[in-house]
């Protein structure tokens, strides 16, 4: 089978363009879902595929499809998907470059006339930051809702999706800006296992280990199960200047502790592939002159495995069996979801595609979450990271080099070719 | 010389009418400065103390004097005062009672046709918490603003103060609250050295000492000197999911650290009389999903001595000296004072009249700050506590029975009687 590759040209062409739609004048963006800069990203990529001869389809739900029809007029389609929007300030790489690399890949095999017998399909997921409108994965739990377990189904009502808030305006819905998109189309394009056979995505690794073993490309094998948490510390509110400290129920300071403890705990569990963190807090009153009588903060924990995250959960649950500071601990399960493995066998047309083409690659876990793990439950699904310069993401440094995402979209190319010689 | 008893009746009921002024329904106040709640309070001051015969004076900056003249007609005025104002859900005592404390006086003095010879003045002070409008203790700043120490002084500026905005709707102003209050009166009628010869300040103890001891009453000698600090951790945010724990600078982890050390560090001093808090803190970006890049906290120390607060600094200037989980620290002053102690004269005279109505008292300082403090700096002043439910303050279930209250004002008689008697 020959190696195909794609156009570095073409790709760099692609990135400057689609990165000056919500241009943010620090080297990032900020486009949020169906905002006028996520519409211009839309315009682009349709002007593109329908350059190629691409058919554009959109569904109810505003992901758009552009289709170049393979030899075969009963195949299901191949499809190559991510997202448009970003965080606020995000970078000009994460969700959109899965974006470019399905429309490369169209054009590559346009452009080279390349043989295939499966209809391939580009794709853009709306709303999977849900920076404006949570939830995250937001639209990719309304498409594949039938076929997500039952603990993750219920956050992805449609009914609640459409009454989804801004965060900016609580005025503002989801529906209501979906409504007035002008990219509210019939329910009948949807993804769906009946259409389509395979789901690729490619998307930025967000984390340092590509770079650090200075491989270009990871061959996603899994997306991390993980747990969140709520730890809830109660005290009492006194003066600052009047209470003896002997006396005091200070809720900061308990929480400092546990966050300390935790760390030390769980490190010494041993798994440098463990990750946890501590991202957010609450304080009341949080008034200088006043001893906090309540801090809550969140714990986010992702590993492969359900006997390690376990341990760590048993850590967790006993913090609430003590006093902290002579506070009272609280915890309280948010969610968690089970490790996603992608298809075995798509898993390998990468990794082959990966060695045939020479591209520099390694097995890598996903520790974040991408729409690409919803639609695993509904259709064969795989990932390919391309490595992320010093492993930022969701911020404006972030950075690939179009060399990588190039490769990235080669390998893509190459795998989807694979699936579809099945 | 004679003992005279205050009212236990008449003091019940003022604090019965008083409560109902801002009553928020669960047994405490919202009661800012020239809201209705407030105005009412004045009201009722007015109107008890015309009923005696007091002459009313407002000054431009709404502090109301009620004064009863003494036996000779050049003497200068003896105040007691506090303020009407309190914080957001606060309680029935927490100010108002040094006011209802001078009321008392005043009406036993009229009642029983006490003889003296200098005017007696009962004080309301003007917005002391800045709970709507920062900063606390702002017209006892202002009117006090030529006496103040210099590190002090900058910050109660006139003109300042007047444009300092409303922490509920940033478009209103203290200056035109007071404007629209109709107690903007004549600044001629400040509280000054040259008619006024000393201060006395009742107020709830806001901590548990007093209760602790089974004492009723607290002679106050200082208010504590203290400084104020400001903790800043800079790191990187990253995805909470891809980015390995051994190469994260979490700025949240970092602050945890921190605030585990101080107390560590700062309880070996082996000072119990010595306080400190870590009240408000700020993390950035807060989300769950990241690793937080900043995060600030407030440190806040009190004690009677300069050395043992310059060893905190020490402890305090170190942390800045390290990195803490990756992240650097830095420590910046926001304000400090020095310890205030109270005229040794007024001081004697609380002490006598204490012991000579045989209600049980101790010597007590003041961790809080009061509109006495700046006084201080203008005119011999003291203090009077009162012993405070569970030591609890700034809060609803704040609570000083009736019995205890009318000791204080008992107290305060005599030790007015003692000055006015010199």
């Known amino acids: 089978m020959s190696v195909y590759e794609c156009s570095l040209e073409r790709m760099t062409d692609k990135i400057k363009t689609m990165s000056k739609f919500g241009d943010a004048g620090h080297g990032g963006i900020t486009r949020y879902t169906l905002s006028p800069a996520d519409l211009q990203a839309r315009e682009e990529f349709t002007k593109r595929?329908?350059?190629?001869?691409?058919?554009i389809e959109i569904d109810d739900v505003a992901n758009v499809y552009a289709t170049l029809p393979g030899s075969d007029p009963d195949a299901k389609r191949i499809v190559m998907a991510s997202h448009s929007d970003s965080v606020k300030n995000g970078g000009n790489y994460d969700g959109i470059l899965g974006v470019m690399s399905a429309m490369e890949v169209l054009e590559t095999v346009a452009e080279k006339n390349i043989p295939h017998k499966h209809p391939l399909t580009a794709m853009i997921w709306t709303n999977e930051e849900g920076s404006l409108y949570p939830p995250a994965m937001m639209v990719s739990g309304i498409v594949c809702y039938d076929y997500l377990p039952e603990n993750i189904k219920g956050k992805f009502k449609y009914e609640d999706m459409m009454k989804s808030k801004s965060v900016i305006d609580s005025s503002e819905t989801f529906g209501a800006a979906l409504d007035a998109s002008g990219y509210k189309g019939d329910k009948k394009y949807r993804l769906s296992p009946e259409k389509y056979k395979n789901m690729f995505e490619i998307h930025i690794e967000q984390g340092p280990i590509l770079e650090d073993a200075g491989n270009h490309v990871?061959?996603?094998?899994?997306?991390?199960?993980?747990?969140?948490?709520?730890?809830?510390?109660?005290?009492?509110?006194?003066?600052?200047?009047?209470?003896?400290?002997?006396?005091?129920?200070?809720?900061?300071?308990?929480?400092?502790?546990?966050?300390?403890?935790?760390?030390?705990?769980?490190?010494?569990?041993?798994?440098?592939?463990?990750?946890?963190?501590?991202?957010?807090?609450?304080?009341?009153?949080?008034?200088?002159?006043?001893?906090?009588?309540?801090?809550?903060?969140?714990?986010?924990?992702?590993?492969?495995?359900?006997?390690?995250?376990?341990?760590?959960?048993?850590?967790?649950?006993?913090?609430?069996?003590?006093?902290?500071?002579?506070?009272?601990?609280?915890?309280?399960?948010?969610?968690?979801?089970?490790?996603?493995?992608?298809?075995?066998?798509?898993?390998?047309?990468?990794?082959?595609?990966?060695?045939?083409?020479g591209i520099s690659h390694q097995v890598l876990h996903s520790g974040a979450g991408h729409d690409a793990q919803f639609v695993a439950y509904m259709l064969p699904t795989t990932m390919i990271f391309v490595q992320s310069k010093d492993g930022l993401s969701h911020c404006e440094p972030e950075y690939s080099t179009p060399e990588h995402c190039t490769e990235g979209a080669t390998i893509l190319l190459n795998a989807v070719l694979k699936a579809d010689a099945e």
């Open 49 to 55: 595929m329908k350059a190629i001869g691409a058919l």
């Open 218 to 357: 990871g061959i996603v094998d899994c997306v991390l199960g993980m747990f969140n948490y709520r730890f809830r510390f109660y005290g009492q509110t006194v003066h600052a200047g009047t209470f003896p400290m002997n006396k005091r129920q200070d809720a900061l300071f308990a929480a400092s502790q546990v966050i300390c403890y935790l760390h030390s705990e769980i490190d010494k569990l041993g798994h440098p592939e463990l990750v946890y963190t501590t991202g957010e807090i609450v304080c009341h009153p949080n008034v200088h002159t006043c001893v906090p009588d309540y801090v809550d903060f969140s714990l986010d924990c992702r590993h492969e495995s359900p006997e390690l995250r376990e341990k760590v959960l048993g850590i967790v649950k006993g913090c609430a069996a003590r006093e902290w500071a002579g506070c009272r601990c609280e915890v309280e399960k948010m969610w968690n979801r089970d490790t996603v493995y992608w298809d075995k066998k798509l898993f390998s047309y990468v990794q082959e595609a990966a060695e045939e083409s």
